[in-house]
């Protein structure tokens, strides 16, 4: 969020709150006083603010967090090196990148999100304003937390108020759907609560469309398509956001002070603020080149013996327009997907998405140009680059595929080619299709749109696709998710720790979603 204005005694309060690694560890009802807060609308703020800052998390949106399970192990993008393998390659155990980490930041989120709906709910000491708003948020936030952990683990423990710490310790998994059907109504109340727009300086708060926007996906990843699609069209017809003339332009962040645009609809906001002073995201990094890897035949001297070599001349270059090659350089293309050929003939995402050249120099590896950002004044660990969690071209294709499901695709075309209309020159609308040419080409129309942007592996997993493009698409030498993956690999283990700390988490499944086997 930008330039807020926070009261440091209270953000104290707020990280109290937020500080364990498992919702298990400690009885938060008795870290704070609730009476001796929520007194007026400046906490209630702060205390909203909070959910905000645990979004802000290596586990979660800073860093690889949910990436390592919403990106990474599907068809998009793969390591540059034999990194993150256990991951990349479904070496996924219990207590082997089992997400422990993030588990523990969502019921962050789930617990604070409950403590604060139960403390604004009716307070008469807050303006209804911020009372409505900062309710809202909490419903969105808690049902975000929700979609990731249902999304993730499937049945998972639930509540919705802060229980005693003997109640948490006995809680078993609760049937996914109900959870699902519990955040649509919180949604839809949010969306009445939350206002649908912000100022300037509020910018990173989730407005009613963000609620729409995630009741929407859970609609769609539960087949609900009637439901689905009346949310999207809720979206286009009625917010203010707006598809962008330019694809490029939706990812342009190099201007800190105009890093949001029409098309986003919720971000993460990674613009440092003045208390916590870490809110710069390292996600950036992973996909930064590192000038140690770069130009291919780096050591060559152009110019023979005793001149410089090409990383030489590299670097100059880059300096000389204040650039650099700082990030870690190993989230990159899989290979299918950065062969312009297996992209349609003059799509224009394709160099806005893909970079295999930069300043004349050919490239060891192809990059995410979308995802780079090589400006000096943003070295490595210090990028301020949003996340952005939700935008319109994505909800014109949720529609676009609701649509097909539920009527084919003649009314489906509208949707998805106002998204073409501009990846295009000329246009290449869709027409023509059977409803199965339809579903099928909206595989890849999703993963051309929104690559690296949070959804393809998910994706993947609702259409029931995972294992064979996973199994049939191609990887680099040092990488065999082919080799491993399983069909419990569509959900990762109860983690470890979870169930040393409760092991009724085990009376519903014992096989923890088939990791200890049938």
Request: proline share 5%.
């Amino acid at each position: 969020m930008k330039n807020k204005t926070f009261i440091l005694s209270i953000c104290a309060v707020l990280m109290v709150l937020s500080s364990c690694d498992s919702f298990l560890e400690e009885d938060l009802r008795n870290e704070i006083a609730v009476e001796n807060f929520f007194n007026n609308d400046q906490e209630a703020l702060l205390a909203v603010n909070g959910l905000y800052r645990i979004l802000h998390r290596g586990t979660l949106y800073r860093t690889r967090g949910l990436d390592n399970y919403n990106v990474n192990g599907a068809d998009e993008v793969g390591p540059s090196r034999n990194v993150n393998a256990q991951i990349h390659n479904y070496l996924i155990q219990e207590g082997v990148s089992d997400g422990n980490g993030t588990w523990g930041s969502l019921y962050e989120i789930v617990r604070n999100a409950s403590l604060n709906i139960s403390n604004i709910e009716g307070n008469e000491n807050l303006s209804e304003e911020i009372r409505n708003q900062t309710l809202g948020e909490s419903l969105f936030m808690r049902a975000l937390a929700y979609f990731h952990l249902t999304n993730l683990w499937g049945d998972v423990p639930y509540f919705t108020e802060l229980l005693p710490l003997e109640d948490l310790g006995t809680l078993e998994r609760f049937p996914r759907d109900r959870i699902r059907a519990d955040m649509k109504d919180d949604l839809a109340r949010a969306f009445d609560l939350l206002p649908s727009s912000y100022g300037a300086n509020e910018l990173g708060r989730a407005s009613k469309w963000a609620a729409t926007a995630l009741k929407a996906k859970f609609h769609l990843f539960d087949r609900e398509w009637a439901e689905a699609k009346a949310e999207c069209d809720n979206i286009i017809n009625n917010s203010p956001h707006r598809l962008l003339d330019d694809f490029a332009a939706v990812f342009d962040q190099t201007d800190l002070e105009n890093q949001y645009n029409d098309e986003h609809i919720f971000a993460v906001d990674f613009t440092t603020d003045g208390v916590f002073e870490d809110a710069d995201t390292w996600r950036t990094d992973d996909y930064n080149p590192r000038l140690r890897d770069e130009p291919s035949n780096r050591n060559d001297r152009p110019g023979g013996d005793g001149t410089p070599a090409r990383w030489q001349l590299l670097q100059a270059d880059l300096q000389a327009i204040d650039q650099d090659m700082t990030g870690f350089g190993w989230a990159i293309p899989l290979p299918e997907l950065a062969d312009r050929a297996n992209w349609e003939l003059d799509d224009l995402r394709y160099d806005v998405t893909i970079v295999t050249e930069y300043l004349g120099y050919q490239l060891s590896f192809p990059y995410f140009r979308k995802n780079w950002n090589l400006n000096n004044t943003s070295p490595r660990f210090n990028h301020n680059e949003n996340y952005v969690v939700f935008r319109l071209a994505d909800i014109y294709l949720m529609a676009a595929e609701a649509e097909n499901e539920l009527n084919g695709p003649d009314g489906a075309y509208l949707y998805v080619n106002r998204v073409r209309e501009r990846a295009f020159e000329p246009d290449k609308p869709w027409s023509g299709m059977s409803q199965q040419e339809f579903r099928e080409a909206m595989y890849d129309e999703r993963k051309f749109e929104l690559c690296t942007e949070g959804h393809r592996r998910m994706d993947l997993i609702r259409w029931g696709i995972l294992l064979e493009t996973v199994r049939n698409v191609q990887h680099r030498p040092w990488n065999n998710p082919a080799d491993n993956i399983q069909p419990y690999h569509v959900l990762l283990p109860i983690p470890q720790e979870e169930l040393i700390l409760n092991p009724n988490l085990l009376n519903t499944d014992p096989t923890n979603n088939g990791y200890r086997g049938g």
